[in-house]
């Protein structure tokens, strides 16, 4: 499943084609080159995405199923479809941020022919200004609500940019611990509290990116 701005990218350089024929030139846009090592390729700037994807010639229906902290949806196509507008949130700006995995599952009868993932977050940095916090000495950086967006990326420092593996370690203090492994270097991970029933109190995290790398230790409350 294409869910990347690569797709827009082709469809505005169809058109710029057309354009250059009739003697004029287009804007600049923004190209990511590298779709498995780049958190750009996972984060949502818009409340309209268009999702795009090749249909699988057996099938004769699909089902897209969207699952995030917030909720999920499921939307079925009947015919063959090779595209759709996703509203992730109401508004030009999220009221929250959020992580989802999408799967689209193409159906012959009862038979499964194929399926496509993808994981998406919706992060507030993506939308313009946040309220930032002066220094890591302020204690709004050690709290955390329901939910939680964290980042990970290989390619922070120079010294980790050539790690096979990455992780992040989650344990309470006096309570509940979990380690979760990542099949990629770079991409979000969505740490629901309420529903995960870690209830209140004092969390250690740790990430790293494999066992000769330095690793980053936070405290969270």
Known sequence: ??????????????????W???????????VDTSPLHN?????????EMPLTWEWQTPATRAELDITGMSGAIMTNFTVVTTNWIWRPFSGSVPNEEDVYDLTLTFWNGDAIVGALT???????GA?????????PENRKWQKIGNRAVIPYDSKWTNTIVNATGSS????KQDGAAQTNEFSNLSGYYGWDLRQ???GYGVFNLMLSFSITTPEWNASLI
């Open 1 to 18: 499943m294409s869910v990347t701005r690569a797709t827009m990218a082709l469809t505005v350089a169809t058109i710029v084609t057309g």
């Open 20 to 30: 250059m024929a009739a003697g004029l030139t287009s804007p600049s846009i923004t």
């Open 39 to 47: 958190r750009n390729w996972m984060t949502l700037y818009t409340n």
């Open 118 to 124: 993808s994981r998406l977050a919706v992060v507030a």
């Open 127 to 135: 939308f313009g200004a946040i309220v930032i916090d002066p220094g």
């Open 168 to 171: 992040l370690a989650i344990a």
């Open 196 to 198: 995960g029933g870690w």
